[in-house]
């Protein structure tokens, strides 16, 4: 017995990818993919799975797609399908259609359409999620999110965006923006959603399998799924719990071993961009003990390449680890991060550490000054009360 | 697909200013004037007449059959158009690549690729 939605998923993007090749329009190729994979939900079940189920339900998309355009001739007019469909001749070879995903997701992420219009078609595109479980995700009403796919497609039609894997001197950007997209995707997720996140991966391992020689496709995937291996010692309760205090026994040993082995191809390829050395920063945390000398290494690595401030505050925690509190102290004290609550609970952290309890206690009451989020409030609050008990004279 | 680039000048120095111009090097000048002559030349580029300086436009509105004109142009003088040209690229990318190479692009000015309609 097939599994329809598993077939769903996994043909979803190669489908469409296939259609919009052929059809030029997104719409139309959408429509083309559904009809296919109706046909299929009616008739495999019935006369058996097609050895070759991707071939198979482009096939029938297209000859959907050349029957309708055939009916309607103001249609044929505004696609390019009209004399495709006279030489298009016979079955496709079942082995060796090609694959236009990556076609499909720079399209999808071309940064001539807003971010929010690149992640959303990403999504409907490749990922196969509907436009109301896209809004859901991302806390809009259904109507808008249409709105926002039917103005994208509209002006990836009008303005000519290409349905092409860039030329290799536009390839580092457009690369870093689809990359960018999908760990959107993931970090949405991650933050609670974890079908989200769930997809992110997908595309991430469609991505590395896609472009096998760009080290930072195989950085993305190692990153994402190393941190989606925390998702079960991530909340505790329904409380937020910090990677110190996380279960090493909640951590998913599969996804590990996959990210690492993601991980290994990326460094082989010679790969130091920023996923591939976020990746390398995750895979060490996933150790006991902690290599922190090394951690901070990398994170000092990450910090010059990307210039983040917050990158050189999480250098600061690692140093603080290998080096002591003051050490650490140093880092935290010059960098211009003055409304960011992290900032001000690391720095009480250390000072804590250092036994600086009443400098420890004014920095957590500035970064409780700072923060929204009730868990993290709760998460302050809570030291605040440790420091009180452990340094009654403070 | 045929584009339409309107090149908005924005800060970017002109000779039709003097003085901002003169805050150019001398090779920077010629790279300006190498660089248009060279985009003029490009394949697929019909380059757009030369245009007088925004001040000198004239807006013009129909309001109850009367025609209204007003001094200046239609949006602030520092937003108007310097100057357009058009371009016959493959896709957008192609359009985008031709607009990095103008210099007021670079200069503190932008471009806007509006692609054309055949009607």
Redesign the interface.
Known sequence: MVDLDRVFRDQWGRVVAAMVGFLGDVDLAEEAAQEAFAIAAERWPRDGTPTHPGAWLVTTARNRAINRVRRDRTLAAKTRLLQAAETWEGDVEPTTFPDERLELIFMCCHPALALDAQVALTLRTLGGLTTGDIARAFLVPEPTMAQRLVRAKRKIQAAGIPFRVPRDHLLPDRLAAVLAVVYLIFNQGYGGRSELAEDAIRLGRALAELMPDEPEAHGLLALMLLLDARRAARFRDGELVLLADQDPALLDAAEIAEGRTALDRALALLGRGPYVLQAAIASLHADEPRDWAQIAGLYGELSRLTGSPVVELNRAIAVAEADGPEAGLRIVERLPLDEYHYLHATRGELLRRSGRTAEAREALLRALGLVHDPAERGVLERRLTELERTAPGA | ?K?LLLIHQGDSPTPRSPEAWATLTEAEQQAVYADYQAINQTPGVTPGLGLAEPETATTVRVQDGKTLTTDGPFVEAKEAIGGYLLFE?????G???LAARIPAARLGGAIE?R?T?EW
């Open positions: 697909m584009y690229a493959d896709d957008l990318d359009a985008i690549e690729v692609p309609v």
